[in-house]
């Protein structure tokens, strides 16, 4: 087999067929990567390479016409039928000869996404699975090829047919579709040579085991057909000496059915152990938390997705399937509204747009549009629009939730003293916790809220009056809960909410902290970087670098009884609290060199920056020193983890119906796409002339040069 396979390899490289196949492929992967990655700034190799798939449709045929053809019409085939080496090593060692020219194409792409870092961040992992899957679509076809050669003795007839198939292979999906927009016994028949849409798995950075069963078994195949009409042919030339059983149709019958079988098992094991996500954000796959939520799930729950399957959006399905795979509760239905006009009017009387997922258990359901809550989208001064964002799992572990709860909660937001309103991350955990979320005045109120279960307090920037501390105070001490985040820039002025936080033992420093310790803080000395405890609020972010609190006062607890109270983030024990007299010249930053240092006012040690307080009758304050960590921009330097904490604070305060934490699981949307690149014009123009241009034709010159001087001896 070596010995044919160095036969092969080199008479691809003799004449010019070998130098153009490659020539060809990189000359158009050159150009969708200077126009995508370099120019648009695409981090992605799988947008260039699903431009350039249709390219086998061409380059195959003419790689693969000649390896049987040829031989076959000169008759040298012969030498070869007759020889002592078995036909299926024969087929292999032709095979791996192409393969192998095929992959030093695959070989030079694999370079370009090390390029691309020199410009910014790659998704490495997605991207080298993108080009295995390319690897094994090409494989794939050239197999196919490899097949038709052997079944005839014109060039011409292989290239027309190899073209044939491989283009119907890449057009299969589109061609079910229009025989059947439901699917029937035909279509499913026929997707069993639908060569493309196992690669968009790949390309969207899932390994897929199903799919690189799928090409394996369709390479097997291609091979052990190629081997078999061989062996009919050697038949007719030494029939006394070859039994007729090596060519057999039973066989190959059998070999089809295996084949079916093996993709038919792949297909039905748990995407959990077939879809391995190696996306940079996870997009496919499902959290930590919302598996250990479904772990305890034990009502029924159906999740009917509103869209003829075949038109299905395979982001969302990839998503639905690992919620069914975690939990034996979870079912996943297909309806299509062409067949089912009415199915949603049973839970909804808005119009469900296509692709949109209902969720329902029992009596309760809840609708999850497709166009507004699946995907994020940014929009740019022309108002055109790229998906930022992709919401699926924080979307449906949140109706999940919703569905299987039959406790409605009731918080409201304060206002009527300049406060902040909790926007983007922050919000959405209120959202995805379906609360009902009031605005509470004290001044058209004499009393708390019966129904309200918590009070959120964002940065207040005027003081309670008297007659406000004194339903607050009340509220509290009957059991209620309240939030507090403040405003440095303010706080000294509001006596009243000191008073609040001082009868509930807890002191404020007059202003800003600053840290002395390095490992405490993010480029100033300002940007706190506290320690996090392991505590019931916290545990989802405990330790080091989890949280960003940006422009921060100290919490001091002065009661004698611990017990009440929980410290859930705390500065170095160097931590500087800065006096009122020197905060101007560090707000203004004219002293920088003594930010960081203890001047007269100042003291120094350790301070909470976030602490929950415990009354004897039940009632919970929660303070963090710091308004400005609640912010979508502080949230995102430490990928949402601050926004995770804010959740942890708010299963803590608000409870359910019977009296226990509302221990909700929220999941943040989850990021996209990679931040694009930034080429610079002269890299563009350098590294697109050489994968481009200067490199295809260097090598369609070579070929040619080779081909030109055998020709004349």
């Keep these: 087999m070596l010995a044919i396979f160095k036969r092969e390899f080199k008479s691809l490289f003799w004449n010019i067929t070998g130098w153009l196949f490659i020539g060809i492929t990189l000359a158009l992967f050159g150009l969708y990567f200077f126009v995508y990655n370099l120019s648009y700034g695409y981090p992605y190799i799988s947008y260039s390479l699903s431009a350039i798939a249709f390219l086998f449709m061409v380059t195959v045929p003419i790689l693969t016409m000649r390896v049987l053809a040829e031989e076959k019409h000169a008759k040298i085939d012969q030498l070869l039928l007759t020889a002592p080496i078995s036909v299926g090593k024969i087929v292999l060692g032709k095979f791996l000869a192409l393969a192998l020219v095929y992959t030093i194409c695959i070989g030079v792409i694999c370079v370009a996404p090390l390029v691309l870092m020199i410009f910014g961040e790659v998704p490495l992992a997605e ?155 996870k997009l496919y796959s499902i959290t930590k938390d919302t598996e250990k939520y479904l772990d305890t799930l034990k009502d029924d729950v159906t999740l009917y997705v509103m869209v003829n399957k075949n038109s299905k959006d395979d982001n969302v399905d990839r998503t639905l399937q690992k919620y069914a795979s975690a939990s034996k509760h979870v079912k996943v239905k297909y309806v299509d509204p062409n067949v089912s006009p009415t199915f949603a009017s049973k839970y909804t009387d808005n119009d469900v747009t296509s692709n949109s997922i209902i969720v ?115 509220y509290l001490g009957n059991g209620g ?29 007059e202003s800003l902290l600053a840290e002395t310790d390095r490992s405490y803080y ?61 905060i101007a010249a560090v707000q203004s930053q004219a002293d920088a060199a003594n930010i960081a240092s203890a001047q007269d006012g100042d003291t120094q040690g350790q301070y909470s920056l976030g602490m929950m307080v415990t009354n004897e009758n039940g009632g919970e304050l929660c303070v963090l020193g710091s308004a400005m960590m609640c912010t979508d921009s502080a949230n995102q330097i430490v990928s949402g983890h601050n926004a995770t904490l804010f959740n942890g604070i708010v299963n803590a305060l608000v409870t359910t119906d019977d009296g226990n934490s509302d221990n909700a699981v929220v999941i ?46």
């Design 360 to 474: 329902v258990c029992g009596d309760r359901s809840k609708v999850i549009d497709y166009n507004s809550d699946i995907y994020e989208y940014s929009y740019d001064s022309s108002y055109n629009y790229s998906v930022t964002g992709y919401d699926c799992e924080g979307q449906v572990t949140a109706a999940i939730q919703y569905v299987t709860s039959e406790s409605t909660t009731n918080v409201y937001e304060l206002t009527g003293h300049d406060e902040s309103t909790l926007s983007g991350d922050f919000s959405e955990v209120f959202q995805k916790r379906f609360m009902n979320v009031g605005s509470l005045s004290l001044l058209t109120v004499d009393a708390i809220p019966e129904d309200c279960q918590a009070i959120f307090i964002t940065a207040p920037q005027s003081d309670l009056s008297e007659d406000d501390l004194s339903k607050l105070s009340q």
């Design 522 to 582: 993010y480029q100033s000395p300002f940007y706190l970087l506290p320690n996090v405890e392991n505590t019931e609020v916290s545990s989802s972010v405990a330790g080091m670098t989890q949280v960003f609190v940006p422009y921060s006062v100290g919490l001091t607890y002065t009661g004698e009884d611990d017990s009440n109270v929980t410290s859930f983030m705390t500065t170095s024990d160097t931590t500087i609290a800065k006096a009122a007299a020197n």
């Design 668 to 713: 943040a949307a989850k990021d996209y796409t990679v931040s694009n690149l930034t080429v610079s014009a002269n890299a563009m123009l350098v590294y697109g002339i050489l994968w481009g241009i200067f490199m295809p034709i260097a090598l369609i010159i070579i070929g040619i040069i080779v081909w030109a001087r055998r020709r004349k001896r």
């Design 481 to 509: 809960k309240i939030y507090l985040s403040i405003d440095y820039s303010k706080w000294n002025d509001l006596t009243n909410f000191k008073k609040l936080l001082s009868d509930n033992n807890i002191e404020t420093t």
């Design 127 to 281: 991207t080298y699975v993108g080009i295995l899957g390319f690897w094994l679509y090409g494989l794939a076809t050239i197999a196919i090829g490899t097949f038709v050669s052997s079944l005839t003795e014109s060039q011409v007839i292989s290239a027309v047919v190899s073209f044939g198939l491989i283009f119907v292979g890449y057009m299969m999906s589109s061609i079910c579709s229009v025989i059947s927009s439901s699917g029937n016994l035909l279509t499913k028949i026929l997707g069993c040579y639908d060569l493309y849409t196992p690669l968009d798995d790949f390309f969207n950075g899932t390994l897929s085991v199903t799919g690189i069963v799928y090409y394996l078994s369709v390479i097997a195949l291609a091979l052990f057909l190629t081997e078999q009409m061989i062996q009919k042919r050697r038949w007719t030339i030494s029939r006394n000496m070859i039994s007729t059983s090596v060519f057999s149709t039973g066989m190959i019958a059998i070999v089809v059915a295996l084949t079916v079988v093996v993709n038919l098992i792949a297909s039905a094991l748990p995407e959990t152990y077939t879809q391995i996500d190696a996306t940079s954000q």
